[in-house]
């Protein structure tokens, strides 16, 4: 089954399974590097060049990348985004399928 996952600001300290996995793909997603205490690795690293294909392509290798490393049993099968490119405003959406 594919889920499709984006930024969150909402985290349930209570969730289990499927729900957990999804929430921690939603922290990656609303993280960016650095911002995290004691973690500077965690979350990922948004590409702000003017080329917009070129940015979609490296956020995409570093979101599918940081998603890999903090949680494995997520597999990436797309990225997407929404916003509008004339703001400069982009927004991921990912995909995933669960490894149990």
């Known amino acids: 089954m594919t889920h499709q996952v984006t930024a969150t600001s909402n ?13 921690n793909v939603a ?6 590097v650095i911002s995290y205490p004691l973690y500077r690795e965690f979350g990922f ?3 702000s060049l003017t080329p917009f294909q070129l940015v979609k392509r490296r956020n ?4 599918i990348d940081s998603i890999q490393r903090f949680v494995p049993r ?24 669960i490894n149990k």
């Open 11 to 23: 985290i349930d300290f209570s969730a289990k399974g499927v729900d957990e996995i999804l929430q």
């Open 27 to 32: 922290l990656i997603l609303s993280t960016f």
């Open 45 to 47: 690293r948004p590409d």
């Open 60 to 63: 995409t290798a570093r979101l």
């Open 74 to 97: 997520a597999v990436v099968v797309d990225v997407d985004y929404l916003g509008d490119t004339y703001v400069g405003k982009l927004e991921p959406v990912v995909k995933v399928i």
